[in-house]
């Protein structure tokens, strides 16, 4: 049974930074792209970036882009998020994703998490 968990959200001011986790299990995890999203109430899941399989290669948002970090180590089956510079429209549900093809739309993605809540105030 795959399972992806995210830990590391939480309250932050403007400013601040947050570096979230992603650990996964049940799926062979150096054979897929990881992606982290991000839904806020009333808007759709939004697309925040991806890393591929040996993490030889990100993309980004052009709304994250200079802040956010994705990173991964494929012998802790581990993803990370690290953000700075948080702003409060960073505020949403931040989830990550595995992925069998390097894609950036959420149906693209085989297995995701069930969400850690990032807070961004100003």
């Known amino acids: 049974q795959v399972q992806l968990v995210e830990s590391g959200g939480g309250l932050v001011q403007s400013g601040g930074s947050l570096k979230l986790s992603c650990a996964a299990s049940?799926?062979?995890?150096?054979?897929?792209?990881m992606g982290w999203f991000r839904q806020s109430p009333g808007k759709e899941r939004e697309f925040v970036c991806y890393?591929?399989?040996?993490?030889?290669?990100?993309v980004y948002a052009d709304s994250v882009k200079g802040r956010f970090t994705i990173s991964r180590d494929n012998a802790k089956n581990t993803v990370w998020l690290q953000m700075t510079s948080l702003k409060p429209e960073d505020t949403a549900v931040y989830y990550c994703?595995?992925?069998?093809?390097?894609?950036?739309?959420?149906?693209?993605?085989?297995?995701w998490g069930q969400g850690t809540q990032v807070t961004v105030s100003s």
């Open positions: 049940g799926l062979p995890f150096s054979r897929y792209v």
């Open positions: 890393i591929t399989r040996s993490g030889g290669s990100t």
């Open positions: 994703a595995a992925a069998g093809i390097v894609v950036r739309r959420p149906d693209g993605y085989n297995y």
